[in-house]
């Protein structure tokens, strides 16, 4: 609840907050985040946020970049409800729906209460503001359902399609079992780059997700079961001949030295 109904602090239930086990599966920066998105919330004295990727990181004072990554990790583990729009990303807390949802009710209950005792003069003044009550509450529900709307106006920046492509690629390589790679722990300069020059290739972007979903199924079984326990980095996915090498079968044997040839000499 917001200050305005009197309740100055954010009701945050710490057991039910560790023990969250969507949650828990996050990254540490994406709980953060969360968090800062859940006081913005309740300070609108509302259960979502929405906006684009910068709006949102300003809320929640991390980067554009960072935002999209935890909005990947929030949706992939089920932490909030996520969708999309124009550009415009709507994040909504169940938890604090929930609740908004109980309150709402609770001001109905009493108002059919109160309106069953009767349209008795000495009652006149308490059926005005319950009138008013309820009018307050039929123009928050019309205004969260504007809200959205109202925010697709606003002239903010659009992601830029690489950072967005990238933070997905982090989220598909993350999920790989940790044998077969080594994790992703964010973006550079670098990468940055080379995801640029490959999404210029056509039909990259394809057999990058074709690539991932065999290395996700375990069909690389020579990363990181080799002589030298080498496992690819993203650095590495992102090289030119890395994607097409993995489609067509480099990488599929254990033992061999990633050339096709394994280390007894002969070809696989």
Same mark, same amino acid.
């Given at each position: ?13 710490? +057991? ?33 946020? =929405?906006? @684009?990727?910068? !709006? ?6 991390? @980067? ?7 909005? =990947? %990790? ?11 729009? %124009? ?32 349209? #008795? ?11 008013? *009550? ?8 019309? /205004? ?18 690489? @950072? ?5 690629? +982090? ?16 973006? !550079? ?16 972007? *394809? ?13 690389? =079984? ?5 002589? +030298? ?11 030119? #001949? ?9 990488? %599929? ?10 280390? /007894?000499?002969?070809?696989?």
């Amino acid at each position: 609840m917001s200050r305005k109904d009197g309740h100055f602090f954010l009701k945050l239930e710490v +057991r039910v907050w560790l023990t969250d086990r969507a949650l828990s599966k996050g990254e540490p920066a994406t709980r953060g985040i969360w968090l800062d998105l859940l006081c913005g919330m309740h300070t609108d004295d509302d259960y979502m946020v =929405a906006g @684009t990727a910068e !709006s949102l990181s300003r809320m929640a004072r991390c @980067t554009p970049l960072q935002m999209l990554e935890a909005i =990947a %990790d929030l949706k992939s583990h089920n932490v909030a409800t996520v969708t999309e729009r %124009d550009g415009i990303i709507t994040l909504v807390s169940r938890r604090m729906q929930r609740e908004w949802n109980s309150r709402k009710s609770n001001a109905d209950r009493q108002k059919r209460h109160r309106n069953a005792k009767g349209n #008795d003069d000495s009652n006149a003044e308490d059926n005005g503001a319950i009138t008013g *009550q309820s009018k307050m509450l039929e123009l928050d529900v019309r /205004s969260k359902s504007k809200k959205q709307q109202t925010l697709v106006g606003l002239e903010e920046p659009k992601p830029d399609p690489i @950072t967005v492509k990238y933070a997905e690629l +982090r989220m598909k390589w993350n999920t790989i079992p940790d044998r077969y790679r080594t994790a992703c722990r964010g973006a !550079s300069p670098k990468r940055m780059v080379a995801i640029r020059a490959r999404l210029k290739q056509v039909g990259w972007w *394809q057999e990058c997700l074709n690539a991932l979903e065999k290395m996700l199924l375990g069909q690389c =079984a020579w990363f990181g079961n080799n002589d +030298r326990g080498w496992k690819p980095n993203i650095e590495w996915f992102l090289k030119p #001949d890395s994607v097409l090498n993995i489609l067509e079968g480099k990488y %599929d044997n254990a033992g061999n030295n990633g050339s096709g040839k394994d280390n /007894s000499g002969k070809w696989g």
